[in-house]
């Protein structure tokens, strides 16, 4: 209700704070499909909107999980390819974090597979190193590369061998 008031009143939907983040960032950093909902109606210019870390709200609803959300961004026509100060995808952040829920949706939304990162990681790489497998499946179902290998030559069994993550590596190793 507060908010349909303060659009009814003309407040900016674009404004930002010392960190350059506006109302669709932090509707997305704290799950308000319904405020993120609004604020795209208000004004399409706001769905890929940079904070100064260059993320946008898709970004921070990845990295948060919040599945509702990235549907929101998404159906708005967010860029699932905008990178952020770290060449990082939305894809990254929803690998690294293990949301594959929401890494189905950007794949389905033709998210690049093996877009890489400023240290030539990919979201393979990500999910490898974290352990987390249902999204290394989700990606490799989708044709990701296994043997890209990162800036200091690393492919993702190296990561999950790396990082000790075990599941990670029985995984990639086990017979298709």
């Keep these: 209700k507060c908010q349909r008031i303060l659009l009814d009143h003309q407040s900016t939907v674009t404004a930002r704070n010392k960190r350059r983040k506006t109302p669709i960032h932090f509707a997305s950093c704290l799950g308000k499909p319904a405020a993120v909902h609004m604020l795209c109606e208000v004004s ?3 769905i890929d909107q940079t904070d100064d870390s260059l993320k946008t709200p898709l970004m921070l609803a990845a990295i948060n999980g919040n599945i509702q959300i990235c549907e929101v961004l998404i159906s708005y026509g967010a860029d699932v390819e905008k990178t952020d100060d770290l060449k990082m995808t939305v894809l990254h952040y929803a690998c690294q974090n ?29 999910a490898a190193k974290n352990g987390k497998t249902d999204c290394m499946e989700a990606l490799i179902d989708s044709g990701a590369q296994v043997v890209i290998k990162d800036k200091s030559g690393k ?22």
């Design 44 to 46: 399409r210019d706001c």
């Design 98 to 126: 293990g949301y594959p829920e929401i890494v189905k949706m950007l794949l389905e939304s033709s998210a690049n597979v093996d877009a890489t990162n400023l240290n030539f990681e990919t979201p393979l790489h990500l």
């Design 155 to 176: 492919n993702c069994l190296d990561k999950a061998i790396e990082n000790y993550k075990k599941n990670a590596c029985i995984y990639l190793l086990r017979d298709k």
